[in-house]
């Protein structure tokens, strides 16, 4: 769309100006700010800078000429900038910017931006292009909800990358090379991957991890949920297992909670990043306040989250805000495996398999039971051994038992 | 190492550049002993070296740095002094007209070896025309080198090197120094000018400060040491040239700064130190720039009025705080 | 009063060659400027030739000389080169400023020129260093410093007047008195009618000379930097002139009446001196002309020689603001085109 360039007042006495030299031509590119024209006033020589970015389309006034001010002198075909290029508003004069346009800054003049853009500070703007994250689905906890790096960190955090977060799986049968490989396929790493290899490091490296087991008794779970599916209400074993978590969570608090340096922040809100195993790996959408949602509620929003993250229509929202993370592996038919915490967190469930295994009963009888294999794995620097043992045990409780799944509602 | 005042390094420096080279010498108002300048900056420097050699001026400081000019320009190398740095006003022709450009506009037919000393800054109830801070003026023009020490061992290496160099130098001291103690080597030493001082180190916020505000940062960041915020002090020493590597480096590792400057906010020096980190560490920075300077009035008679004008370390708390989202 | 001896040691024909020299210069420049050849601004010093001239012929090249923004005639006086001159008035890279000070600036310091200075009465207060300077290191060198009727009622003029009088320097102050400041006539702007009186209140010897007899400036400048060789401290010579020309070119015209300038050319120092010169059988006509067509010549050689020098790249303009390379590149480095 062209843009007219007149002459511009440059005093209060101004009323005309001599073209002295065009400093761009017909079919230059010109940004906003180059300088486009030398004209001379009656007072000076100046340089009169493009308040375009585009394409010089045509010079209408000549060198030599004399013009009025405000007559037309050039047009320029407006390339229009993509979000978040730059501060510059369409402004008064001389085309310097003006500040920027963040909420709590004086406005110095209203003219409207040009799209919707993020309100974050350099350095988590060029923290959020290096990561690809995109600005707009974040939540800035600066003044006047500014994103800053703190939120940059916390949102790689959250987000789970397409890579197997498992340490090792022990029923997996085939044995791990060490030789290096002088021919074969390199295949490159992608931005997520590369994202997650990092991450899985820095827990690694950062979280002291240790891991504590426990077998949970599945057979009244699987029967609750066959009487609920019965009353059509569908939940998965899965499901049951969130809630349990849920509830668990709720009185370990230390455990729904991020490490700060000096000090834990225990979340508020237990919001479960539940596991999905998709095509190229893994991903875990976040289903919010877990403690608070009915079984059927949390069932749907599990569901759905798993619909979407197999079709690949997951939105950066739903992978973030999570707490803790629950990977069940158990339809893989996998007993027993160790998961590496994700970060922030300060731990991680990873459910096995429910197996059909001969126990002994009170009476020292071997009766058939289905066992569970759950595995915690926790961030030394936030909880220990107890803590984790007494909470799972109060997970195995609450699974067993199943009247706490099913009486809020 | 021993430990002596500000006002001692200047006059030792002095004294010691006059001894070394017999081409060096004083001008100004007031400056041979018993009285030794107004600051007490030149004494014991007379009686030692002779009235010869340290000139008591009338007072017309126009024609005192146009005669130390004219000297400068015609094999002597001055040293001039300016009771007040809010003096300067009336020499300022002298200086940004003639000292600053002499050089340039016959072409680099001359060096102009000219030190021009003055002492500025609030906080004795001096009032609105004797406590100015006028760096912002003076690095505003090209041709000049500009000095801000804020310690004797600074003050001292600084002050030499400026007396040893071939171009002008404004060196700008500050009244409320003077008294200051600190340890200078005891053999020569100069400094270099262009080269910064970290004079704390610390990982979350930078503040870069001038002259007293050096001293003054230096007290903020030991407050916010308490709640676990650790500033990292930059002491530019001198404003032109600028180590604005030392703060760009300072300021990739922290992402935030503090610029604090006495000199009135508006157009001020710490405008000019932001200017350039915007430019250059643009996307390191991860909070707006925070400049604590003097209020934009004159500076009042009243101390506690003049307390609320000049900069404070609560300022510069504040302004570091808020630089990490804290209110 | 001077003694006809005085007059004796200087060479009249050099006199009249050296203000022919100036006339032509000054003449160049008027046509090269109003032709559109020379940039900024251009005072001309027409018609002041026999105080620019008389006194520099008092001076020797070790002597520091300090001028004003109407400086052509006084540095070509003092000795600048008219090569160098004309060429800076181009801006052109060989000019004796490197194209870095123009008309109001000509300076060359190894003639003892402190330069012709753009502030009016600036260049006093450095001639009163220069002076300073010379005292101090002992030798037996002076300082002049020219200025105009204009900075009469300026400060530093008399600062430095006070200062020389306090440490009785070896200076002369000479005042160009051509009327008028810019557009001012005396009345308006000078307190008292005789600027000579009122220097002598400082305590200095004062004088007044006609400006225009060139032997009669040398005389009494002459004297003047004597005393001040002998350590008697400063004089003021207040030298009564007229400049043909308006303030600069651009001058409408409207501040002086017509029969004035017309009188005051008949006054014309050069012809003046041609006149003595004839009258006491020192030269004939021919010679005299010889001399006019040698420095004609010579100017228009110049002229072609400074046309053609070529002009500096632009970047020269960031050489020479400092003699540090290292700091002072730093010193001037801007933002303008950083990528951080």
Redesign the interface.
């Given at each position: 769309m062209p843009a007219d360039v007149t002459m511009p007042r440059m005093g209060q006495s101004m009323e005309t100006g001599v073209i002295l030299k065009w400093l761009k031509q017909p079919g230059e590119a010109v940004q906003r700010g180059d300088p486009l024209v030398e004209i001379e006033t009656d007072k000076a020589t100046v340089d009169i800078e493009s308040l375009f970015s585009g394409t010089v389309l045509e010079l209408v006034a000549q060198e030599g000429d004399t013009v009025e001010v405000g007559a037309l002198i050039a047009r320029i075909e407006e390339r229009v900038q993509s979000v978040g290029a730059g501060l510059d508003q369409p402004g008064m004069g001389m085309g310097r910017s003006s500040p920027t346009p963040t909420p709590e800054a004086v406005s110095f003049n209203g003219a409207a931006r040009k799209g919707p853009r993020a309100n974050a500070s350099p350095l988590a703007k060029r923290l959020a292009n290096a990561y690809g994250i995109d600005l707009l689905a974040l939540t800035g906890s600066g003044p006047g909800g500014r994103i800053g790096k703190a939120d940059i960190d916390g949102w790689l955090a959250q987000v789970q990358p397409r890579a197997v977060s498992v340490s090792h799986v022990i029923t997996s049968a085939a044995p791990v090379t060490t030789q290096t490989q002088t021919s074969g396929k390199r295949v490159p790493l992608n931005k997520m991957r590369q994202t997650a290899a990092r991450r899985m490091v820095q827990s690694k490296q950062q979280a002291p991890h240790f891991y504590v087991a426990m077998d949970v008794e599945m057979t009244r779970v699987l029967q609750l949920r066959e009487s609920l599916k019965a009353r059509g209400v569908a939940v998965s074993v899965n499901d049951l297992i969130l809630k349990a978590v849920a509830l668990a969570l709720v009185q370990f608090p230390n455990l729904n909670a991020t490490f700060d340096g000096d000090a834990v922040v225990q979340h508020a809100d237990v919001n479960l990043a539940v596991a999905v195993a998709v095509e190229d790996g893994l991903l875990t959408p976040v289903v919010a306040r877990c403690q608070t949602l009915a079984l059927p509620d949390l069932a749907a929003q599990s569901r759905q989250a798993a619909e979407r993250a197999r079709a690949g229509r997951l939105n950066p929202a739903d992978l973030e805000g999570g707490t803790f993370t629950v990977s069940n592996l158990g339809m893989f038919g996998v007993k027993h495996f160790e998961a590496i915490v994700n970060p922030p967190h300060a731990a991680i469930l990873a459910v096995g398999a429910v197996q059909r295994i001969p126990v002994f009963d009170a009476q020292d009888r071997i009766i058939a039971a289905q066992l569970m294999t759950v595995t915690v794995s926790a961030d030394h620097r936030v909880t220990d051994g107890a803590e984790v043992a007494r909470f799972l045990a109060a997970f195995k409780q609450t699974l067993e038992d199943g009247f706490a799944l099913v009486s809020s509602f | 190492m021993t430990e002596i005042t500000y006002r001692e390094a200047i006059r030792d420096a002095q004294r010691e550049e006059l001894e070394r080279d017999p081409k060096v010498f004083l001008i100004g108002e007031d400056l041979r002993d018993p009285w030794g300048g107004a600051y007490k900056t030149t004494q014991n420097i007379s009686a030692v070296v002779g009235n010869d050699r340290v000139i008591n001026t009338p007072i017309a400081e126009e024609s005192i740095v146009g005669a130390a000019l004219g000297a400068a320009l015609t094999g002597l190398r001055p040293v001039a002094e300016l009771q007040y740095l809010d003096f300067v006003m009336r020499a300022m022709d002298a200086v940004v007209n003639q000292v600053a450009k002499v050089r340039y506009m016959s072409g680099g037919q001359v060096t102009v070896p000219l030190v021009i000393r003055a002492q500025g800054g609030g906080g004795r109830s001096s009032a609105a025309q004797h406590g100015n801070s006028l760096e912002a003026w003076l690095c505003h023009v090209p041709g000049l080198f500009i000095a801000m020490p804020a310690t004797p061992y600074d003050a001292k290496g600084l002050l030499k090197t400026a007396i040893r160099m071939d171009d002008p130098v404004f060196f700008i001291e500050h009244k409320m120094l003077y008294m200051t103690k600190g340890e200078v080597p005891e053999g020569e030493y100069t400094i270099p000018f262009g080269v910064a001082d970290v004079k704390r180190r610390g990982g979350d916020v930078t503040i870069v400060a001038t002259s007293r505000m050096v001293l003054y940062a230096l007290e903020a960041a030991e407050e916010l040491a308490k709640e676990g915020i650790e500033a990292e002090i930059i002491d530019p020493r001198t404003l032109v040239p600028l180590d604005e590597a030392a703060i760009l480096e300072s300021v990739h590792k922290t992402n935030r700064l503090v610029v604090v400057s006495e000199g009135v906010e508006r157009c001020g020096w710490a405008a000019e130190c932001v200017a350039m980190v915007q430019k250059c560490a643009f996307s390191d920075l991860d909070a707006p720039i925070e400049r604590v300077c003097s209020l934009n009035v004159p500076l009042p008679f009243q101390p506690d009025m003049e307390r609320f004008v000049l900069p404070s370390v609560a300022d510069i708390i504040k302004a570091a705080r808020l630089t990490l989202g804290k209110v | 009063m001077p003694a006809l001896s005085t007059t004796e040691k200087v060479d009249w024909l050099d006199l009249y060659r050296v203000m022919q020299r100036v006339r032509k210069f000054e003449q160049a420049a008027f046509q090269l400027y109003t032709g559109g050849k020379l940039p900024g601004f251009l005072h001309l010093s027409i018609g002041q030739e026999g105080t620019s001239v008389g006194a520099c012929a008092a001076l020797r090249p070790d002597d520091?000389m300090?001028s004003t923004h109407r400086g052509h005639g006084d540095t070509i006086a003092k000795g600048v080169s008219v090569q160098a001159a004309l060429t800076e008035l181009f801006g052109g890279a060989s000019?004796?400023?490197?194209?870095?000070?123009g008309s109001m600036?000509i300076?060359?310091?190894?003639q003892g020129i402190?330069?012709a200075?753009?502030?009016i009465a600036?260049g006093?207060?450095?001639?009163?260093?220069?002076?300073?300077?010379?005292k101090?290191?002992k030798t037996d060198q002076v300082?002049l410093a020219f200025f105009g009727d204009g900075a009469t009622g300026c400060?530093?003029l008399h600062?430095?007047m006070?200062?020389a009088m306090?440490?009785s320097l070896p200076m002369i102050f000479v005042r160009q008195n051509n009327h008028y400041a810019e557009s001012t006539p005396r009345a308006e702007y000078q307190g008292i009618p005789d600027v000579a009186r009122w220097a002598a209140g400082y305590g200095m010897p004062a004088q007044k000379v006609d400006g225009n007899d060139v032997l009669a400036v040398y005389n009494a400048v002459a004297e003047a930097v004597e005393r001040g060789r002998r350590g008697e401290g400063p004089s003021f010579i207040d030298s009564e002139t007229y400049r043909w020309f308006g303030h600069n070119i651009g001058d409408p015209g409207t501040a002086r009446p017509k029969e004035e300038v017309e009188l005051w050319k008949t006054r014309d120092p050069i012809a003046r001196l041609r006149q003595k010169i004839l009258a006491l059988g020192m030269a004939s006509d021919a010679q005299l002309d010889a001399i006019d067509q040698q420095e004609d010549a010579a100017m228009q050689q110049a002229i072609v020689i400074a046309e053609a020098e070529p002009k500096p790249p632009p970047q020269a303009a960031l050489?020479?603001?400092?003699?540090?390379r290292e700091?002072?590149a730093?010193?001037?480095k801007g933002?303008r085109g950083?990528s951080?």
């Open positions: - | - | 520091y300090a000019g004796v400023c490197h194209a870095k000070g600036h300076a060359d310091f190894s402190l330069g200075n753009g502030i600036a006093v207060p450095i001639a009163v260093g220069a002076a300073l300077s010379a101090y290191r300082a400060g530093p600062e430095g006070n200062m306090l440490w050489d020479d603001v400092y003699s540090d700091l002072g730093r010193a001037i933002l950083v951080p």
